[in-house]
């Protein structure tokens, strides 16, 4: 009996705990930003749950200083158009991508899941800068994720994709919105040479959670200064700066 006791006690113990740190992580840990108080930099402090934002050392996004060229598989994309379905959820601009496709990569196969925009780029190849990346989130059968970014620089032509998208830009943060007349083919994000840098990261928004396969396409795609002033308005800086490689290696696919 007393031992029943006991472990009723320990059980609700541990309840409240986890109650407790819950509650913790979404009055403290909920709010995160890419600037000021609740910026990259406390990331790590701002939730037990985000503590690998501060203590991983396998982090995203970083400085390809160095590459080793590899015999790597081909990335093979298998993308069906899709009512576009679109969402501002206070960090970024998403797009809803399940049962979009896949992308296989030599005997793994991955299913798009999101897309998101990050401005500027948060990738930095030999010291250069890019003025936005498109990270495709794809994962597989095992929960294994792989994200594509698609890089772009500002130039005199607009991008055709994004020009469809930013059309339909939410202002605000809220529910996502699916215009069903619009079809949209997401390949048209990619650039044309799918060459690539690849390595072993994370995630780069909290919790920052890692056995993240990066897939960095070489080719940059051009988007207008309107294109890029029309996201800034929304959101002028969403980057987190880059993570330390520590004893990572980054391979070239050429
Ligand atoms: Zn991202």
Not at 49 to 55: D, F, P
Not at 66 to 78: M, N
């Amino acid at each position: 009996m007393q031992k029943k006791w006991i472990l009723v006690t320990l059980t609700l113990f541990n309840l409240y705990s986890l109650v407790y740190a819950a509650d913790q992580a979404h009055s403290i840990g909920g709010h995160w930003s890419y600037q000021g108080q609740t910026g990259p930099a406390i990331w790590g402090e701002l939730s037990k749950e985000y503590t690998t934002c501060k203590l991983g050392k396998h982090q995203s996004p970083i400085h390809i200083e160095t590459a080793t060229p590899s015999s790597l598989p081909k990335l093979v994309f298998d993308y069906h158009p899709i009512p576009l379905t679109i969402e501002n959820n206070g960090h970024t601009i998403k797009l809803d991508a399940e049962k979009v496709g896949s992308l296989t990569l030599g005997e793994d196969t991955y299913q798009l899941k999101q897309i998101h925009f990050h401005m500027p780029a948060e990738e930095v190849i030999q010291k250069q800068q890019f003025d936005m990346v498109a990270h495709l989130v794809h994962q597989n059968a095992e929960g294994k994720l792989a994200v594509v970014a698609a890089l772009f620089n500002k130039g005199n032509t607009s991008h055709p994709l994004i020009a469809t998208l930013w059309d339909t830009l939410p202002a605000k943060e809220g529910d996502a919105q699916t215009h069903a007349q619009l079809k949209i083919d997401l390949t048209k994000l990619l650039p044309e040479d799918k060459n690539y840098y690849t390595y072993e990261g994370s995630l780069t928004t909290p919790p920052c959670s890692e056995g993240v396969k990066w897939l960095i396409l070489k080719q940059t795609q051009t988007i207008s200064s309107e294109q890029l002033a029309a996201y800034q308005a929304l959101y002028p800086q969403s980057a987190r700066p880059t993570q330390p490689l520590n004893d990572r290696t980054v391979f070239s696919s050429n």
